[in-house]
């Protein structure tokens, strides 16, 4: 399997699909933390992606999909997460502009675009307890993986797997960014939900391969 | 949860539906959007005033829309920031040429969703300038956090930049009105019960009966710190000292008194409360020249209150005492008439 | 119970010495009662309104004292009625020489001490008429109950004999405007919660989780069935049907109606239970041509909501638009400008 | 002992103490069926009545004490007990001006006085699950004493035992008059609080007679 516009196409499908299972879980790690809107928004906003990417008749390439999930999410999230994961994919999309099948090359350009574009958007960096945990590490995940010569696929699944990893390790941060700063100390101890979301949204990519 | 709703998903929706009826008179739906309207807009040669941001806060803001306060509202879902588009739909239909002033409470969803909507408009011809309200004192400030909130304090920006509006200041001018109030209004907030958002169903923080959350916002978010529960008057001290360290206020000087409620809250112990807190304003000399108490920047049916602190000056008093006709604040001339 | 008080026994006391001073422009104090006056009460020339009963209910009675409103309000204990001495106090204290309405809600207490400060004003030289209020369809006739209750429908009343009195109605038709009103006007409630009387410590009734209380009064008194949860259509339903039955209101008739909190239900739930009652009206043909949605009327921190419908007619339409100037309600003019 | 003007006296004194231990159960029973104040409500006027009889220095018969009591308790109690209560012990005061000691003939006076001023003033009548309940009782009890010949202090005792058995006799009815009433069958299985209150009041009369 290649990372092509059908892949794109399932894999938003596919993490639409996924956050209806992990809406109140992403609720809960947003309550804890925050004001526990996060799965309900994401959800709201990957089914409307998800509708509008399955109305998209004619797209030849992964970034004119993810362009369109970009729109949808901006205008129907909402919170701090809708323009945040608009931005990653409006960048994402704008850095593979063209390109029918991604190399694991294109790959790395296009999560280094999203995670910078969080990182810009948000006035945030690693370490402060937000996406940009997960976003970072999968970003440099894929770039070491496409210059050690891996697949696109090889170097997805390490994405992926660096996400993860990244969102479980905000659990002991104190949060500076977002929502759970106002906690202060009290945010430590919990993990982040868009960090948990990201990771998600990225598992979702590797399921959409096969 | 028991809540007088239907659809949980659709209670924004239908809440503003039964709102805009109820209030005919006053205000109008932009395009099929959830945003509100003065019935009257665009108001030929006046700045618009818009604000917005999640639901559940009401009367806040779209009860704030009428002569003398906000020409439009925009609901983004329960404690949820709007998305640009219905912002940028309403900042067109209320613009009369001299542009629109977004009040933006500080919050990163409503930052950014705000800056979005503001680069969508003006690329439509609106020219907009926006004000971020960040009076809550319980938040340390941008080094560790995302910056202080904008709570209960967004009420006096939009009354008195309304009214600054009204009379037929420039946008710049309504927009140094409305930085000069943030600059001068500091809140401050406790929670004896949390709310409940419609969608999730359960409670947003636990609170045991002996307990109170001290330095809440106005989201059902965690506050500052839990404390053992406290009367009134011991309660009253807690919210005005953060807020009067940060706000210098001398002796002798004159502020309005806002007593906010959470929305749970009776108003007789809004009173109370408003009481313990003049009480201790006495103390220190300072001159209570106007006041508020209500539940009016809420937290769905959270109990609780809060304490906000304007310093005024004379331009500020005369803005407050305005008239002005919304559905939530009407005031028919100067103060105690 | 947690509450924003001090001494649970010197609630009331407090609340209103916090109201008194937030509201100083507009109210002050009967001689050292808990009773308030419109603070240029005696209004030469004017017929006074007086109302009261148990506290517990803000922001009625004293919420509603100002111009075109009540002329004094007098609060006893929480939920229970004052005595007879701080009612001929207040009643003294706005007596311009044109006599004094009692407004009473039909509770025996409230009867009872009304009736004997009555009599003794009577003796002070002022002259009293009184009205009694009982809109409360949910409670069965006086052949087998006290009567029915007096609740939200006591504000509309208040509202519009008092632009009577402005107007310069003598006592008699002062009392006769009432009179219309009560016979015009009916409300149901329902409550998602009990409430807790502050020297009680304990809720008034327990409510399931999945239950809620049709029927209720606003003294935390339980009401006429324990029903299944039910979501605000439903309810709105279940509130309307006794009502419509009871008041007769043919298709293309006009009425008002009030959409009241209990207190500790948020204005959202309100605006959206309007909207619910509004398409039952809707549906039956009947003209909603005024309307009124918020927290007026309350049994302290419940959770809950009343419907009222007055039936209109010209002379009450023209009296409910006319300007009221009170901590509680303003209205600048005619609805809709 | 003889129902004097001392008697007088202690029965209020009593009825006071009595008042404030069992203030929490008649807020009970008071929530159960009204408003959940009654306790409070006579707590409050029975320490007032208490104090002003207290301070009255020259009485010289019982019913100068009893008309102190019903001003103290109209001008404190509020609510549909305080003016019950005050019409209730100033007919009895009026029905025995001048009378320094009662014989039971002056007590079934008292209390048929009483009883009948409840009765006029709550435009109530027996049966009705009121405080009428006890005190038609009690009168009619003292009223049967006096006819047999008893003494003053057994006709006290008959009518506070009349009064509690009809307090415990309200139980199974259905409330027609106060708060009660809006209850319409839900208030049957519950005692009426001012019944009982009667009841606790006749027999703090009976203990302050020794
Ligand atoms: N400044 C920021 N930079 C990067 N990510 C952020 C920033 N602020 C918030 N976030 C992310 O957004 C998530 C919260 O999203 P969500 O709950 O949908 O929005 P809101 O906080 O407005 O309710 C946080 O968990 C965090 O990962
Ligand atoms: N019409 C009436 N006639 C006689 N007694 C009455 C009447 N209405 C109420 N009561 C008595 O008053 C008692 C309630 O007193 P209380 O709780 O102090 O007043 P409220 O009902 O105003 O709260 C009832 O238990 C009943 O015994
Ligand atoms: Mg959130
Ligand atoms: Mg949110
Ligand atoms: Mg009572
Ligand atoms: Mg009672």
């Known amino acids: 399997m290649t990372l092509d516009t059908a892949w794109a196409r399932r894999w938003i499908a596919e993490a639409a699909a996924t956050l209806v299972g992990e809406r109140d879980r992403l609720n809960g790690l947003d309550r804890a933390i925050g004001d526990g809107d996060h799965g309900e928004n994401l959800d709201r906003g990957f089914q409307a992606a998800a509708d509008r990417v ?6 030849t390439t992964p970034a004119e999909v993810l362009k369109v999930v970009a729109s949808a999410l901006i205008s129907t999230v909402g919170g701090a997460a809708g323009p945040l994961y608009g931005t990653a994919f409006a960048r994402a999309s704008r850095a593979t502009a063209g390109e029918p099948e991604w190399s694991a090359e294109t790959l790395a350009t296009a999560l280094t675009a999203a995670a910078e574009g969080v990182a810009e958007r948000g006035k945030s960096t690693r370490g402060e307890k937000t996406m940009n945990d997960a976003w970072g590490p999968a970003a440099d995940a894929a770039s070491a993986a496409s210059g050690a010569g891996e697949s696109a696929e090889k170097a997805l699944v390490a994405a992926a797997d660096a996400a993860r990893a990244g969102a479980e390790a905000t659990e002991p941060l104190v949060a500076t960014k977002g929502r759970a700063s106002y906690l202060g100390d009290r945010s430590a101890g919990h993990r982040d939900p868009g960090a948990e979301s990201t990771a998600l949204l990225l598992a979702a990519a590797v399921t959409a391969v096969s | 949860m028991k809540k007088l709703i239907n659809d949980p998903h659709n209670v924004v ?3 503003i539906a039964g709102f805009l009826r109820a209030e005919s008179g006053r205000v109008a739906r932009v395009g099929d959007t959830l945003a509100v309207r003065r019935v009257d807009a665009p108001v030929q040669g006046k700045v618009a005033l818009l604000s917005g941001g999640g639901s559940g806060h009401e009367p806040l803001h779209a009860g704030f829309v009428g002569r003398g306060m906000l020409d439009a509202a925009v609901p983004g879902p329960v404690f949820t920031s709007p998305t640009p588009d219905p912002i940028v739909a309403a900042a067109q239909s209320v613009d009369s040429g001299r542009g629109v002033l977004f009040i933006v409470k500080n919050y990163t969803g409503d930052v950014l969703n705000f800056e979005t909507a503001a680069e969508l408009a003006e690329l439509e011809g609106v020219t907009v300038e926006s004000v ?13 956090t995302a910056g202080r909130r904008g709570v209960a304090g967004t009420l006096l920006v939009e009354k008195i930049a309304g009214a600054a509006a009204e009379r037929g200041d420039d946008l710049e001018a309504v927009a140094s009105v409305a930085r000069t109030v943030v600059s001068r209004v500091r809140s401050m907030g406790v929670a004896l019960s949390a709310c409940t958002v419609p969608h999730a169903g359960v409670p947003s923080f636990d609170l045991a009966d002996d307990e109170i959350e001290i330095g809440i916002g106005i989201h059902g978010e965690p506050g500052r710190a839990r404390i053992p529960a406290e009367d009134a008057d011991h309660i009253a001290a807690r919210l005005l000292a953060p807020i009067l360290e940060d706000l210098e206020v001398a002796k002798g000087e004159r502020v309005l008194v806002l007593v906010n409620g959470m929305g749970g809250t009776p108003l007789s112990e809004l009173h109370l409360l408003f009481g313990s807190v003049a009480a201790l304003l006495d103390e220190r000399g300072i001159i209570i020249d106007r006041s508020l108490v209500g539940n009016y920047v809420t937290a769905l049916e ?5 304490v906000t602190i304007l310093h005024l000056d004379p331009e500020l008093t005369e803005l ?4 002005v006709d919304t559905p939530a604040l009407v005031r028919r001339g100067p103060h105690g008439e």
Do not use: I, N
Request: proline residues 3%; charged residues 25%; glycine residues 6%.
């Open chain 1, 54 to 59: 399955s109305g998209l008749a004619d797209a």
């Open chain 2, 132 to 144: 971020l309200v960040d009076d809550d004192v319980a938040v340390r400030d941008s080094l560790y």
């Open chain 2, 13 to 15: 929706a239908e809440s």
């Open chain 2, 302 to 306: 959270m109990q609780g209150a809060s």
């Open chain 2, 320 to 323: 407050w005492d305005a008239p």
